[in-house]
């Protein structure tokens, strides 16, 4: 799994926010929805990013993500 790869080289990642629809407080309210905002919050990762980040910082998040897809 990608999240537990990159935690195991100390690099911080985070499930998608969860959509407005599946949270408790919108429960009851209407929306127009296709599946797709479900699917990217189930398969959907948010990764290191920001102006600070070097060329380096992000070859090794690269480089971890690389890894894992070549393990299937």
Not at 3 to 16: D, G, K, Y
Not at 36 to 44: C, H, P, Q, S, T
Not at 46 to 54: D, F, I, Y
Request: with cysteine.
């Amino acid at each position: 799994d990608v999240r537990r790869a990159l935690e195991a080289e100390n690099i911080e990642s985070r499930p998608l926010w969860r959509p407005m629809h599946l949270q408790p407080v919108f429960r009851d309210c209407a929306y127009v929805g296709s599946g797709v905002a479900e699917d990217l919050f189930e398969r959907g990762l948010c990764l290191p990013s920001g102006t600070a980040m070097e060329d380096a910082d992000q070859m090794r998040v690269v480089e971890v993500i690389r890894t894992q897809r070549k393990k299937g």
